[in-house]
Nanobody, 119 residues
Framework: QVQLVESGGGLVQAGGSLRLSCAVS????????MGWYRQAPGKQRELVAR???????NYADSMKGRFTISRDNAKNTVYLQMNSLKPEDTAVYYC?????????????WGQGTQVTVSS
């Protein structure tokens, strides 16, 4: 059973920074990609950032230049460094692990961590 445990959320003022961590049970090399998503109240879950097993990254447009996703394979942990935070970044942030096996695809999710940015 794959488990993803997020940490690092909290309350921060606009312009501040937070670093989220996602600890994964098992090797993150097993997954084709790891990602961070977020969901604000009344909105759909959206991609924040994604990193493949090869190290390629992609970001949602509104996060480019402010957020950085990284991975520590030795620690089976994925990070999201968030700088220059804005009130509109307030959401629950979820860690995702994506796995492909043949034609089948699997997604695993953490329980989420709340990020609140005050103005």
């Amino acid at each position: 059973q794959v488990q993803l445990v997020e940490s690092g959320g909290g309350l921060v003022q606009a312009g501040g920074s937070l670093r989220l961590s996602c600890a994964v049970s098992g090797s993150i090399f097993s997954f084709n990609a790891m990602g961070w998503y977020r969901q604000a109240p009344g909105k759909q879950r959206e991609l924040v950032a994604r990193i493949t097993s090869g190290g390629s990254t992609n970001y949602a447009d509104s996060m480019k230049g402010r957020f950085t996703i990284s991975r520590d394979n030795a620690k089976n942990t994925v990070y999201l460094q968030m700088n220059s935070l804005k009130p509109e970044d307030t959401a629950v942030y979820y860690c995702n692990a994506h796995f492909k096996l043949g034609l089948n695809e699997y997604d695993y999710w953490g329980q989420g961590t709340q990020v609140t940015v005050s103005s």
